[in-house]
Nanobody, 126 residues
Framework: QVQLVESGGGPVQAGGSLRLSCTAS????????MGWFRQAPGKERDFVAA????????VIAEAVEGRFTISRANAKNTMYLQMNSLKPEDTAVYYC???????????????????WGQGTQVTVSS
């Protein structure tokens, strides 16, 4: 069993920055690929970014490419999402997720993720 806890969300003005963190329990964090998804009211949960088990490979959604960066610190069992140049359309609940299904390879498919955090709200005002 893996427990994921997100933090770092909150209100921010357009053009501002936030850094989300996701801390995982368990000793096998290093073997999981990790990802961030987001869900706005009335919409599907969409892929944002993913990072491989080693942190050397990342995938970023086109909507946030160039503004968001994903990283991880395996020694701290923690993953990060640095969000810059935030826009009102980035407003959503952000979820972190862990995947055991692809051998630690970063994956964009929501179905590949086994464990999910409770989410953290990000609200960007114009």
């Amino acid at each position: 069993q893996v427990q994921l806890v997100e933090s770092g969300g909150g209100p921010v003005q357009a053009g501002g920055s936030l850094r989300l963190s996701c801390t995982a329990s368990g000793r096998t964090f290093v073997s999981y690929a990790m990802g961030w998804f987001r869900q706005a009211p009335g919409k599907e949960r969409d892929f944002v970014a993913a990072v491989s088990w080693s942190g050397t490979s990342t995938v970023i959604a086109e909507a946030v490419e160039g503004r968001f960066t994903i990283s991880r610190a395996n020694a701290k069992n923690t993953m990060y999402l640095q969000m810059n140049s935030l826009k009102p359309e980035d407003t959503a609940v952000y979820y972190c997720a862990a995947s055991t299904k692809r051998g630690g390879i970063a994956t964009v498919d929501r179905k590949d993720y086994d464990y999910w955090g409770q989410g953290t709200q990000v609200t960007v005002s114009s």
